[in-house]
């Protein structure tokens, strides 16, 4: 069975740093892309990074430079650095995967885990 959990969120001022961690399970991690994603309060959910199989990574154009997500496929875990985080940043943050070789329509979320930046 295909898991992935997050941690790593937290309350945290303005203009700090969190790492957000997504521990997968249940897959084969290195053949997996990891997608990094992020729901706002009353907004929909947005694709924030993503890291491919050949450590490949792109990001939302309006993160560029502040985010940097990285794996590290001994401990089947995916990482988000997040630097000089803004109130904007505040939202439920989720990773998600097609989960290779299980591949189900929809891929596979983890439960998410709650990023508050206060100003």
């Known amino acids: 069975q295909v898991q992935l959990v997050e941690s790593g969120g937290g309350l945290v001022q303005a203009g700090g740093s969190l790492r957000l961690s997504c521990a997968a399970s249940?897959?084969?991690?290195?053949?997996?892309?990891i997608e990094w994603y992020r729901q706002p309060p009353g907004k929909q959910r947005e694709l924030v990074a993503r890291i491919t199989s050949g450590d490949g990574t792109s990001y939302a154009d309006s993160l560029k430079g502040r985010f940097t997500v990285s794996r590290d496929n001994a401990k089947n875990t995916a990482y988000l650095q997040m630097n000089s985080l803004k109130p904007e940043d505040t939202a439920v943050y989720y990773c998600?995967?097609?989960?290779?070789?299980?591949?189900?329509?929809?891929?596979?979320w983890g439960q998410g885990t709650q990023v508050t930046v206060s100003s």
């Open positions: 249940g897959m084969i991690f290195s053949i997996n892309t």
């Open positions: 998600h995967t097609e989960g290779r070789p299980y591949i189900r329509s929809g891929g596979y």
